[in-house]
């Protein structure tokens, strides 16, 4: 009895050996897997800013192309003076500070993805897609002549963007997509209204697909008279 007792005994405690063994093996593969993609998300967070760092020292206009390799379940925002990767879980949430202002959406992704890094001016590099608006035409316009057809010159215009005029939505006209670099309106008398003998001006935006709104453009527009 003692003898069936004992063995009986030392298979308890062997299974729990064994069951701690297993729960200490599982955790610290599961730290270990983490630790793996936090040194991943960091190398593609300072591979960034390296290409960042060399297009803001070139100046403005400048741009190259930085390939990082973006892990499973990561993404990548850019904001302000901040650069961050994030994953679902809350695991994961590295950032990298920058010493200029950085915009830009970088669209999920797996793998070695080509990111697009541009020095807008001398104090804002774009990183991945941001809509930035480069000029108007015609401009000034003239609201006698509305309606006519007003362009939009800029970089990274999908098919989904809004055009904001002082920040709200211009529903009441047609909006043309043409290409990535250009959209065109009809301009309308009502959202542009501009009294006789007057020019007024309207802060033209866009909305882009991801939420995230360009630079602002001035459009002015000449009354009745003028």
Do not use: C
């Not at 070139?58 to 925002?77: F, H, Q």
């Not at 670099?181 to 542009?192: C, E, H, K, P, R």
């Amino acid at each position: 009895m003692k003898k069936g007792q004992l063995a009986l005994e030392n298979l308890f405690l062997m299974g729990m050996i064994l069951l701690l063994v297993g729960a200490l093996f599982y955790y610290s593969m599961g730290y270990t897997v983490t630790n793996y993609r936090q040194r991943q998300a960091d190398d593609t967070l300072h591979s960034l800013l390296l290409t960042a760092n060399a297009v803001h020292e070139l100046g403005p206009g400048s741009r190259e192309n930085a390939m990082v390799n973006i892990p499973e379940d990561i993404n990548l925002k850019v904001k302000e003076r901040l650069l961050s990767a994030l994953d679902s879980s809350g695991d994961i949430n590295n950032t990298v500070d920058t010493p200029f202002d950085v915009i830009g959406t970088i669209p999920p992704s797996e793998g070695l993805t080509p990111v697009t890094v541009k020095a807008v001016n001398d104090t804002l590099v774009k990183i991945g897609k941001w809509t930035y608006l480069i000029s108007i035409s015609p401009n000034p316009a003239n609201w006698s002549t509305f309606p006519n057809r007003i362009w939009i010159l800029g970089e990274d215009m999908d098919n989904s963007v809004i055009l904001l005029v002082n920040g709200v939505s211009y529903a009441p006209a047609p909006f043309v997509h043409i290409n990535s670099s250009y959209v065109a309106f009809i301009g309308n008398q009502t959202m542009l209204y501009t009294p006789p003998g007057e020019i007024r001006t309207f802060q033209m935006s866009i909305n882009d697909s991801y939420g995230v709104i360009s630079n602002t453009l001035p459009l002015y527009v000449r009354g009745p008279g003028m």
